[in-house]
């Protein structure tokens, strides 16, 4: 079991670039979602998805998008990538208990 | 919406010390509480949670109470040591099953040997 796996690691995009982040479990969990966390914060979620087809937007959702085609694919779209998206973002699962599984996170940088 | 707070931000402890990490939410409906444990540069992992049913709650050195007309949960670490220097998140989330966690900003905790 891999668990939750992200790509790329790092990314250095340039202002108005786009790019996808992706997002893959191997638990067969149905609920999956899209965290960033600037430095020295929380976590906060941009999107949320509870099955393949139903995606629905968290706290931060604005400049994000977000598809759920398959139970394990969860990528996070981000068009005309600005320097306030700098951050690290993680992507988690979880299946009907409450644990909350992340992935080793991608950090972005938006210059 | 939900809001959590948490002191403090930065807690430096000698080892075999207790230490103790303190949070506030702001909605009343909010029943899970878990605690995340982030090394730095790694994932959060959760270390443990609560349920609004439940006033404490035990895994070794590691114990979370809660105190719902209050509205705050506390993480208590006895015994630290040396690899519990991370930084710790708590959350507050209203569903169950489905999580849409609302976390703290975070205690950068160091226990020194």
């Known amino acids: 079991n891999a668990g939750v796996t992200q790509t790329p690691k790092f990314r250095i995009l340039k202002i108005g670039q786009s790019m996808t982040l992706q997002c893959t479990q191997d638990m067969n969990h149905n609920y999956m979602y899209w965290y960033r966390q600037d430095p020295g914060m929380g976590l906060k979620l941009i999107y949320y998805s509870v099955g393949a087809g139903i995606t629905d937007k968290g706290e931060v959702p604005n400049g994000y998008n977000v598809s759920r085609s398959t139970t394990e694919d969860f990528p996070l779209r981000l068009e005309l990538a600005a320097p306030s998206q700098t951050s690290v973002y993680f992507c988690?699962?979880?299946?009907?208990?409450?644990?909350?599984?992340f992935g080793p996170g991608t950090r972005l940088t938006v210059l | 919406g939900e809001n959590v707070e948490q002191h403090p931000s930065t807690l430096s402890v000698q080892e075999g010390d207790s230490a103790v990490i303190k949070c506030t939410y702001s909605d009343s409906a909010s029943n899970y509480f878990p605690w995340y444990k982030q090394e730095l540069g790694k994932r959060p992992q959760l270390i443990i949670d609560i349920r609004s049913n439940v006033g404490e709650k035990k895994d070794q050195r590691i114990a979370v109470t809660l105190n719902k007309t209050a509205k705050h949960f506390s993480l208590h670490i006895t015994e630290t040591q040396p690899e519990d220097s991370a930084v710790y998140f708590c959350a507050a989330s209203k569903a169950t099953g489905f999580q849409k966690l609302v976390f703290g900003t975070g205690t950068r905790l160091l226990v020194s040997p």
């Open positions: 988690a699962s979880s299946s009907g208990g409450d644990t909350q599984y």
